[in-house]
């Protein structure tokens, strides 16, 4: 994968989740576009290119937001983790597949957040109604399919290569 479009990418859906998510609100609830950009990267890197890109996602979310510094990070590591794991007996392309797999990821995002206000709630101590999280996950999985199905006509862009396990080296191989 090449760093610097995941650089790019990275900031234009970070620009996206600050300033445009804000207009896109819907009953309290704003698409998470830096998540369609965890399954993207997910769908296609390779495993452990696609954990720290998870990953790295989360950090920089969590240094944009307001909230508890770590809560995108884990969420969407464990995102990652699932959707890595589940890479073999799904069909990349399909737009289902993008629907369902943002929903469940976003669905595992809101239950992180959520469980967190329930247990430590923020400084007013009233806990937060945990539905428009909930919402947020429905809207982020209906816009996830034109959104991942623009990111997939710019894939030759990142230039992610498939890891080819057990075999050698072309140097290394027989002529």
């Not at 937060?128 to 030759?156: D, Q, T």
Request: proline residues 5%; charged residues 10%.
């Amino acid at each position: 994968m090449r760093w610097i479009t995941y650089a790019i990418l990275a900031y234009v859906t970070l620009g996206m989740q600050t300033g445009l998510s804000a207009a896109l609100h819907v009953a309290g609830a704003g698409p998470n576009f830096v998540l369609m950009s965890v399954i993207f990267i997910c769908l296609n890197a390779p495993r452990d290119t696609a954990l720290l890109g998870a990953f790295l996602l989360g950090a920089l979310q969590d240094l944009t937001s307001q909230g508890t510094m770590g809560l995108y990070s884990f969420s969407y590591g464990l995102v990652a983790l699932m959707v890595v794991s589940s890479r073999q007996t799904i069909y990349r392309e399909h737009a289902l597949t993008h629907f369902s797999l943002t929903l469940v990821a976003g669905v595992l995002t809101a239950m992180v957040l959520a469980i967190h206000d329930w247990i430590r709630p923020p400084g007013s101590g009233v806990r937060p109604a945990a539905w428009p999280l909930f919402y947020s996950a429905f809207y982020s999985a209906l816009l996830a399919v034109p959104v991942l199905g623009a990111l997939r006509r710019m894939k030759p862009f990142f230039r992610f290569r498939s890891q080819q396990r057990g075999r050698m080296p072309r140097m290394f191989a027989a002529r």
